[in-house]
Each structure stands twice: as C-alpha cells, then as structure tokens.
C-alpha cells in the first residue's frame, strides 16, 4: 500500500478504513462528499483510520476554467457600467456645485466667469495641465463655458452640461443634458444616457455627437 496514497488518523473506537471521493461536477451532478467505510480485518488489531484522497481529472479542471471564463465575460462588461455610473454621478454633483457657485458670481457681478479662481467654491485637488478655465481629474475634467459648465469623462467621453438659470442664448436656462461623441445608440454612453434621462430617443442626434436633454 502506497503511503503517500493515505493519511493515517488514530483512532480506537473505529477501526475501520475511511475513503472521501468527490463527485464529478463536470457532468452537472451536484457535487458532495462521499464516505465509504471498509471493514479490514488487517487494521483491527491496530486500531488506525487510513483517509483516502481522490483528485480532479483534466476534463473537470477545464470545465471549471471555462465557466469561470464565461462568468468573467458576462461581470466584466457590468462593472464596467456601474464604475461609469459612479463617475457620471461624481460628475453631476460637482457640475451642479459649480453652476450654484456662477449664479452667486452672477447676484454680485451681473455675469457669469469662466474663470475658476473667480468663484467661491471648494473643489477638489486637479491634476496638472489645469488652467483657470478647465479643471482636469482623474475621471475627466469640468470646463466653464460663457453661459454653461461642462463637466465630462474622459473614457469614454460622457458629458453632463449645465447651463446657467440667466442664460440668454439657451434654449433652456438653467436646463441640463446628457452628452456622447457617439452617433450609435447601442454604445456605452448612450445607454448611460439613455437610462439617465429616461428617454426613448435623443434629443439631438448630431452628425458625431448624440445629445439627451433631461425632462
């Protein structure tokens, strides 16, 4: 008998042999252990426990490595979404902060700055290659405009707009938008945006932008 084969256990009061198995899940038969008992009148005398280990095959193997691929390629493309979601959110909230932060500009100056270090409000570190008008982050950037900011991802581009309550030239003042570089409707952003507005179609399909404007 192979040593290496089993692990002796002591003990007394059974002595019996004891063999675990492991059914084959590959063939999608719910997997369990198994215990099986073998009187062996060699062992009664001695009054030891031998433990039988038995492994996988390679077919059971790349099973397991197939369904786990399968598995990856269906989270993946979901997480992906979701981080997009968060940074669109972080990029909202901190457009809407900004446009707040225009409109006291505006009650103290009777207009509007695209100059971030004209406006009362604390934000977040930037990173280099910022400059007055446009604040650069690890997610994207913010941009101020004449009469809006723009607060964008930078991968791929999704743009939140915001245009300022005493806007002259918009359409909408103090009105706001969902923005993708992306004609195709089935990309990334515009389901983003899609889902954001709860719209069943953009607003304003251009000929290399797609625009959704929220209700």
């Known amino acids: 008998m192979n040593k290496k084969a089993f692990t002796q256990i002591k003990n007394k009061n059974h ?19 198994k215990r099986q008992y073998v009187e062996d009148p060699r ?24 369904i786990i691929g399968i598995l990856a390629a269906i989270a993946l493309p979901q997480y992906r979404i979701a981080v997009m979601k968060a940074r ?18 505006y009650m ?3 207009k509007y ?19 007055s008008k446009e604040l650069k982050f690890d997610w994207g950037s913010c941009i101020l405009w004449a009469e809006s900011v723009d607060c964008r991802l930078s991968n791929p581009v999704i743009s939140f707009g915001m245009s300022y309550a005493h806007c002259t030239t918009c359409a909408r003042p103090g009105g706001t938008n969902c ?17 954001e507005t709860g719209l069943a179609e953009p607003s304003d399909p251009g ?3 797609t625009r959704w404007v929220y209700p």
């Open 113 to 131: 700055t695209v100059d971030f270090d004209e406006l009362d409000i604390s934000l977040p570190p930037a990173n280099s290659g910022s400059t």
């Open 108 to 110: 103290a100056n009777n």
């Open 179 to 195: 923005l993708t570089y992306s004609t195709d409707l089935s990309s990334v952003g515009n389901k983003l945006c899609k889902n």
């Open 88 to 105: 669109y959110a972080q990029a909202k909230v901190m457009a809407r902060a900004i446009a707040n932060a225009e409109e006291v500009y």
């Open 15 to 33: 002595p019996r042999v004891f063999l675990s198995g492991v059914y084959n899940a590959c063939c999608g038969r719910m997997s369990f252990l």
């Open 207 to 209: 000929d290399d932008y």
């Open 43 to 66: 062992l009664q005398t001695s009054g030891m426990v031998l433990l039988f280990n038995k492994g996988f095959t390679l077919i059971e193997l790349l099973v397991v490595v197939l």
